[in-house]
């Protein structure tokens, strides 16, 4: 039988500010560099930085838990002038987190 995945737990916020404006750039350049540059990336990437901060600062640290939170959250956006969805943008944060804790998302592991 296979064996579960571990929760990724993230180490308690240190510094929220520069948290959020590290995640909020990396994102946008994501969001930039995956299909075409759009005005509304900047917009994408400050609320789901917002969301990810929020949530940290409330003690949330698990990273299934922050990416529930972010698809969650931004269900509420127009997405409609943008080739993402809350989905994709969920998970981009997550491969952001993971690639910045030296995670090897390949495979499984």
Known sequence: MAEPIRPI???PIENADREGKWLQ???????DEEF????VNADIASRAARIFVRQRLEGE???GALVVAI???MEGFDFSR???SEFAV???VSDLILDSLGYDRCCGN
């Open 71 to 73: 698809v969650t959250e």
């Open 82 to 84: 943008s080739f993402y």
């Open 36 to 39: 075409l540059p759009e005005p």
């Open 25 to 31: 750039a990396s994102l946008h350049r994501w969001l």
């Open 90 to 92: 969920a998970n981009a």
């Open 61 to 63: 640290n698990d990273l």
């Open 9 to 11: 737990v993230l180490p």
